[in-house]
Every structure is written in C-alpha cells, then in structure tokens.
C-alpha cells in the first residue's frame, strides 16, 4: 500500500456519546417486556440477550476503533517519523493498548454475568444481575475517557495530512 488515506478512519465518539449509543442501540434492537409468570429459563435468557448484545456491540465498536487507526510499524517510515513528532508514539500506542484492554475486560465482564445469570432464581435477581453487567461495562468505558478523547484528536490531525506517496519524488516546502 503505497498511498495512505487517514481520511476513512471513523470518527471516535467520546465515552459518554459511546455509552449512549450502545445502551440505546441495545434498547431498541432487543425484546424489552418480561412478565413474572414466566418460566425462569424464559426470564435468563431474555436478560443474557441484552447482556450479550451490549457486549457484542462494545466489542465491534472498539474493534473498529483499533483496526482503523495506522499501526506504526505497519507504515511508511515517513508517516511514521511524521506521526511520531506530531503525536508521540508512546502515547498513541498507549492509548490503543488501553482500548484494546478494554475490550478485553468487557468481553470478560459479559462471561462472567452470563455464568451467574445460569444461577439466577427470580425476575428480580437476574434483573439485578443485568443491570451490574452493564452498568460494569460503561463503568470500563467511562474510564477510556482519554484515550478516546486522545484518539479522536489524532483523528482530526491525520485526516488534514496530505496523501503523500512515499516512493516518488516529492518536493516539501515548509516555512
């Protein structure tokens, strides 16, 4: 890949828009009524859907964040000297990592509620159940404030970059 276009990366919302908009998501696009008289496998697996959804939806979103964004090592030593300077590279790797490490966690945050919600005896408790899970996972997000924060900086600064072609001769005038 020749030609780097930094213009494709999607834009990073910051943590409480991505709250928002998995928890809405997930509102909208899983069942919402359960009654009481329902049998208590009925009742668990209704509320393991919504956990299940929510996590699938962080895990996506987060993916799409970590494969948008250029790895150093992967280009140009031009871009990558270029995105040192303008961005440090350590905290930019940092802040990736933490993201990734977030998906991470949520993803083991969701396995583990599934697992207790199995022991669920009531509507009640694996009400309670869900709503620690999630309340969990925007706890991990709210903590990624900064580095999304960070990332969607980075953004904005690599989408202004002019698409240079690192193996052809280009004349820089800078001043």
Known sequence: M???NFK??????TAKDFIDIVLSKTQRKTP???HRHYKIGRIRQFYMRKIKFTQQN???KLTQIITDFPRLEDVHPFYADLMNVLYDKDHYKLAL???NTARHLI???AKDYVRLMKYGDSLYRCKQLKRAALGRMCTIMKKQKQSLEYLE???QHLSRLP???PNTRTLLICG
């Open 2 to 4: 020749s030609l780097y």
């Open 8 to 13: 494709k990366i999607t834009v990073v919302p």
């Open 32 to 34: 919402t009524v359960i």
């Open 58 to 60: 962080y895990h996506d």
């Open 97 to 99: 990592g933490q993201i």
């Open 107 to 109: 993803d083991n945050v």
């Open 153 to 155: 900086q980075v953004r």
């Open 163 to 165: 698409s240079i072609d």
